[in-house]
């Protein structure tokens, strides 16, 4: 699978958008990119995912590049709740259901 | 729907024995993966069950071992428990394996080996 690459942490306001960046250069024209996040003491949750284009649910929006290298959790409000570590996973034909997760951006929201 | 279970939520194993932990899939769902997860080492893959066959595996000793009923439900089984091995176990199901299809997780099985 191919490698990801997100910043360790990031800080955010309750009630302000949090934008969560991750590289990805080496994506084939095939992987997915998923997202999930952990909050403490929980298992893993998924939390969207795309292909090319820009994708939203009730939880977040993705913003893919148009080269694909890079893309963007967009959390539209965030609360304390969204306090979380954020995985950004790709997920090609050959991966099955197999999630290869890293560091991943651990989130804090203030009050 | 029920979410994804798994039994039992806790455990405290000796050295040297052996451990079967159950994953209950979302009704539906196909396929079910399992990881450990430590603090050294966070998430890491163990394997994955479609149709009751193995279809990917991580890298983990022949002790980690795994299987998959005709209901979906799964178990995974640690043989020679180490020390090592204290970790808690993930299951997640998901309708079918691929890369589109996301994956649910529930909520892990603590393992302490003494």
């Known amino acids: 699978d191919a490698k990801t690459t997100q910043p360790n942490s990031m800080e955010s306001n309750e009630e302000e958008p949090v934008h969560l960046p991750c590289n990805h250069s080496t994506i084939s024209g095939t992987d997915y990119i998923h997202w999930y996040r952990q909050l403490p003491s929980q298992g893993p949750e998924y939390v969207i995912h795309g292909l090319t284009s820009n994708v939203n649910n009730r939880m977040a929006s993705l913003a893919i590049a148009e080269d694909r290298k890079s893309s963007t959790l967009i959390l539209h409000r965030a609360t304390l709740r969204d306090a979380a570590v954020y995985y950004c996973i790709l997920k090609g034909e050959t991966s099955g259901s197999r999630l290869t997760f890293g560091e991943g951006t651990q989130l804090t929201v203030n009050p | ?114």
């Not at chain 2, 729907?1 to 769902?29: D, N, W």
């Not at chain 2, 998901?94 to 080996?113: C, H, I, K």
């Open chain 2, 1 to 114: 729907k029920a979410g994804v279970t798994q039994t039992p939520r806790y455990l405290i194993k000796t050295r040297g024995q052996q451990v079967t932990l159950s994953c209950s899939p979302i009704s539906g769902h196909r396929s079910v993966s399992w990881y450990q997860q430590t603090p050294g080492q966070g998430l890491q893959f163990l394997f994955e069950y479609f149709s009751e066959t193995q279809r990917n595996k991580g890298n983990f000793p022949g002790r980690f071992s795994g299987r998959q009923f005709s209901n979906s439900r799964s178990e995974m089984n640690v043989s020679t428990l180490e020390l090592g091995d204290s970790a808690l176990y993930l299951c997640a199901s998901s309708l079918y394996a691929g890369a589109t299809y996301e994956q649910y997780f529930g909520p892990g099985t603590r393992l302490t080996v003494t």
